[in-house]
């Protein structure tokens, strides 16, 4: 198990109880346990040094609250820029549009993206009372598409009828035809995955892209993927204009530095957390309760 930040800045400011600014030298050496925690809860490196820089700065010069031990002033000032950086609130969706507002869903293969595509189907339809129709425009990984028409019944959501031997687009643009039918709130988009980023992915995503006009474009990452999640974030954030992150296997033993990890890189909000295999298991995205675990 991993020792919580807290007690290790006791350890790094015990002999410090009772001064009244942080000077520059016990922000430094408690910044070196920050790193490290943050490390340990695998926040990529980069992303690691440049937020240490930041709550340096913030932190020289604080004044310590009388209530607290100058570990606790420096816990709270940590906690506060994870919060800020993570995101202060829950982002929402912004599916207001003259419907069928399309969302779009992008990640490589394996990162629960066609699970995630189906939980958000039924929570829309659930808890916002829209109509949600689903299209799987992955035609690479032999019965992705019957995976999802599988899930959509286990979410009580409709799938567009699988047609064989259509492209991508060409799924993506029957599917847009059909909602707009058919009257749909929002139909979603799930978009094949590879195992690496790559550029006939691209290219095609790209494509769907242009087809449909969607209104939001989410990143499903795995968060046990830890540093590696930031090339995958980079690959995606460079091509497509994405408008947020969703994180899955947050229920595993991940300290959740993958969250920070995202935000730097794609500069975009993280809309929702997986929690679980289970077909309800998504949850909005809390960045103080993540900043907490990330702190150990
Ligand atoms: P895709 O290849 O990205 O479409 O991945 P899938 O949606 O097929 O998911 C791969 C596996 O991950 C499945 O067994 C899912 O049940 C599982 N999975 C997806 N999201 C989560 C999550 O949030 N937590 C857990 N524990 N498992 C998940």
């Known amino acids: ?40 809860a695998d926040v990529a490196l980069p992303v690691a040094r440049d937020f240490v ?18 570990g606790q002033m420096v816990v ?16 929402e969706l912004h599916i207001d549009v003259n419907p069928p507002a399309v969302i779009m869903m992008v990640g490589l293969q394996g990162s629960g993206k066609t699970t995630t595509t189906a939980k958000l ?35 009580s959501v409709d799938t567009l009828p699988i047609v064989a031997g259509q492209t991508p687009v060409q799924i ?34 790209k494509a ?21 999640a930031v090339n995958v974030a980079k690959g995606f954030a460079g091509e497509v204009d994405l408008s947020g992150v969703i994180l899955t296997r947050m229920d595993g033993d991940a300290r959740g530095g993958a969250a920070l990890s995202m935000r730097a890189v794609t500069g975009k909000p993280i809309k929702f957390a997986g929690v679980g295999e289970a077909i309800d298991a998504l949850e909005a995205f809390h ?3 993540v900043a907490g675990r990330i702190l150990g």
């Open 287 to 289: 960045p103080s309760r």
């Open 121 to 155: 189907a039924k929570r829309l339809a659930e808890r916002e009372r829209k109509r949600v129709l689903m299209a799987s425009l992955d035609v690479a990984r032999p019965a992705a598409q019957e995976q999802l028409a599988v899930l959509g019944r286990q979410a």
């Open 172 to 205: 993506a643009q029957r599917a847009l035809q059909s909602a707009k039918l058919q009257g749909y709130d929002v139909l979603l988009l799930d978009t094949a995955g590879r195992l690496h980023v790559d550029d006939t992915l691209m290219a095609e995503m």
């Open 76 to 91: 709270k000032i940590v906690n506060d820029a994870l919060v800020e950086m993570l995101g202060s609130d829950t982002a």
């Open 53 to 70: 820089d930041q709550v340096t700065e913030r932190a020289v010069g604080a004044e310590v609250i009388r209530s607290v031990t100058p």
């Open 1 to 40: 198990m991993f020792d919580s930040l807290s007690d290790r800045l006791a350890g790094v400011f015990d002999k410090l109880r009772g001064r009244g600014a942080l000077s520059e030298d016990d922000v430094r050496s408690a910044m070196r346990e920050v790193r490290v925690a943050l490390l340990e």
């Open 208 to 228: 769907v892209a242009a087809a449909s006009n969607p209104v939001e474009t989410l990143l499903v990452v795995d968060s046990l993927t830890g540093q590696d």
